[in-house]
């Protein structure tokens, strides 16, 4: 694993970004600002200053919407993947939620976000990691800083740089609160991923991120989740089930990154068993509690994507 604490030039994500990297780059641009030209290209189209151009960048790859290429021959080259132009869509044709109008469609971007094990960034490092429910900014940051450590490649991290970056990634999940009731401010709605309340600020610069039963969260989308577990955990073995152990609490799983407790869990298995008519079982008799998940439908991830957002 190696880390990137770095990359976002301190922006959140903001609505909008991720439609506009992917429509851009489908339609032959490329997000760079080493090259004058592409750059001048991007702040054209896209709407936004020269220093953003990073900062987009950045997430849509983070979210894994799109991907840079490097070749000799013909410099960067960048493509839209297959979920991203499905939920997306281009300037031909439309998305299944291009503007991230239902619940379900910020959820599957926090999953995209954090469904990651070759670098490590705060956000990932917190919703993969760390166990921690009640914290101020600082005890994040030496957590941070002590954990990754023995997690990454780099022999040393730069204090400022991690600090920076969990800035960002607080400012991308925390909604900002108004000082007036009456007054608007739009920086209250900057990011989509404040929406789903997995970490709050109290008036003592605290937060709480407490493990929970997550009702906001389309039972669509936490299969969808399962499912690309799954993928990972049945990809080098013959096993065909996975205890609940590792459904709750492994990194990379959807207990770990929708931050569910063990009765969130077990509502969500509950409700998938019904959904998917037995395809998916969990037993949790005498002890034993495994999920066996029928081979045919471990790749209905896509299945899963249309399923719900065909009913919104």
Same mark, same amino acid.
């Given at each position: 694993?190696?880390?990137?604490?770095?990359?976002?030039?301190?922006?959140?994500? /903001?609505? !909008? #970004?991720?439609?506009?990297?992917?429509?851009?780059?489908?339609? +032959?641009?490329?997000?760079?600002?080493?090259?004058?030209?592409?750059?001048?290209?991007?702040?054209?189209?896209?709407?936004?200053?020269?220093?953003?151009?990073?900062?987009?960048?950045?997430?849509?790859?983070?979210? +894994?919407?799109?991907?840079?290429?490097?070749?000799?021959?013909? !410099?960067?080259?960048?493509?839209?993947?297959?979920?991203?132009?499905?939920?997306?869509?281009?300037?031909?044709?439309?998305?299944?939620?291009?503007?991230?109008?239902?619940?379900?469609?910020?959820?599957?971007?926090?999953?995209?976000?954090?469904?990651?094990?070759?670098?490590?960034?705060?956000?990932?490092?917190?919703?993969?990691?760390?166990?921690?429910?009640?914290?101020?900014?600082?005890?994040?940051?030496?957590?941070?800083?002590?954990?990754?450590?023995?997690?990454?490649?780099?022999?040393?991290?730069?204090?400022?740089?991690?600090?920076?970056?969990?800035?960002?990634?607080?400012?991308?999940?925390?909604?900002?609160?108004?000082?007036?009731?009456?007054?608007?401010?739009?920086?209250?709605?900057?990011?989509?991923?404040?929406?789903?309340?997995?970490?709050?600020?109290?008036?003592?610069?605290?937060?709480?991120?407490?493990? +929970?039963? /997550?009702?906001?969260?389309?039972?669509?989308?936490?299969?969808?989740?399962?499912?690309?577990?799954?993928?990972?955990?049945?990809?080098?073995?013959?096993?065909?089930?996975?205890?609940?152990?590792?459904?709750?609490?492994?990194?990379?799983?959807?207990? /770990?990154?929708? /931050?569910?407790?063990?009765? +969130?869990?077990?509502?969500?298995?509950?409700?998938?068993?019904?959904?998917?008519?037995?395809?998916?079982? #969990?037993?949790?008799?005498?002890?034993?509690?495994?999920?066996?998940?029928?081979?045919?439908?471990?790749?209905?991830?896509?299945?899963?994507?249309?399923?719900?957002?065909?009913?919104?």
């Amino acid at each position: 694993m190696k880390a990137k604490f770095s990359g976002h030039e301190t922006f959140p994500l /903001r609505y !909008g #970004w991720l439609q506009k990297a992917t429509y851009f780059v489908a339609s +032959g641009g490329i997000l760079q600002t080493s090259d004058e030209e592409k750059t001048r290209k991007a702040v054209v189209e896209l709407g936004i200053g020269k220093n953003m151009v990073n900062s987009i960048r950045y997430w849509a790859e983070a979210v +894994g919407a799109i991907a840079s290429h490097q070749n000799n021959e013909n !410099g960067l080259r960048q493509t839209v993947s297959e979920e991203a132009s499905l939920l997306f869509g281009d300037k031909n044709t439309a998305g299944l939620d291009e503007f991230l109008e239902s619940p379900g469609a910020i959820w599957l971007i926090h999953f995209w976000l954090n469904f990651d094990d070759r670098t490590l960034t705060s956000y990932r490092y917190f919703f993969n990691y760390s166990n921690v429910q009640l914290f101020d900014k600082q005890h994040l940051i030496n957590m941070c800083l002590s954990d990754a450590k023995d997690m990454i490649e780099e022999d040393s991290l730069n204090d400022q740089t991690v600090k920076k970056d969990i800035d960002c990634f607080l400012n991308t999940y925390v909604g900002k609160k108004s000082k007036s009731a009456k007054a608007f401010n739009e920086d209250l709605f900057t990011s989509p991923l404040s929406e789903l309340g997995l970490i709050q600020e109290d008036s003592n610069g605290h937060f709480s991120s407490p493990f +929970g039963d /997550r009702d906001s969260l389309p039972k669509e989308i936490f299969i969808y989740g399962l499912l690309k577990f799954a993928q990972i955990e049945f990809q080098d073995s013959n096993a065909s089930s996975i205890d609940f152990e590792s459904l709750l609490s492994k990194p990379l799983s959807p207990g /770990r990154i929708f /931050r569910l407790s063990e009765r +969130g869990l077990a509502k969500k298995l509950d409700e998938t068993q019904e959904f998917s008519d037995g395809k998916v079982k #969990w037993i949790d008799s005498l002890g034993l509690r495994q999920i066996q998940i029928d081979n045919d439908y471990r790749a209905k991830t896509v299945d899963m994507l249309k399923n719900y957002f065909g009913k919104h």
